[in-house]
């Protein structure tokens, strides 16, 4: 098993920025891919960025391209999702996630999940 606990979320106002931190625990070494994911009230839940472990291979959905980065932090078992230039359409509860899959692109890779975090962004 594997916990994953959220931290950094909150309000900013357009064009601010603010950094998530996931601190991963348990069982790590059965991973591959660790991402962020956001979902509205509007909204499925989505990809934001997604990381390889091994690699540190990156992706990152169109919509937050140059804006947002995904990190690791392999020695403390932490990723971080720095996003900057933050608009009102980032609006949500952002997940951490964590998985085995070899892709990593894909939602249904994860199956580790975070209780969450939300951002709020104010025009």
């Known amino acids: 098993q594997v916990q994953l606990v959220e931290s950094g979320g909150g309000s900013v106002q357009a064009g601010g920025s603010l950094r998530l931190s996931c601190a991963a625990s348990g069982y790590t070494n059965s991973l591959n891919c660790m991402g962020w994911f956001r979902q509205s009230s509007r909204k499925e839940r989505e990809g934001v960025g997604t990381?390889?472990?091994?690699?540190?291979?990156?992706n990152y959905a169109g919509s937050v391209l140059g804006r947002f980065t995904i990190s690791l932090d392999n020695a403390k078992n932490m990723v971080y999702l720095q996003m900057n230039s933050l608009e009102p359409e980032d609006t949500a509860v952002y997940y951490c996630a964590a998985g085995s899959g070899t892709g990593c692109y894909t939602l249904d890779e994860y199956i580790y999940w975070g209780q969450g975090t939300q951002v709020t962004v104010s025009s």
């Open positions: 990381i390889r472990i091994t690699s540190e291979s990156a």
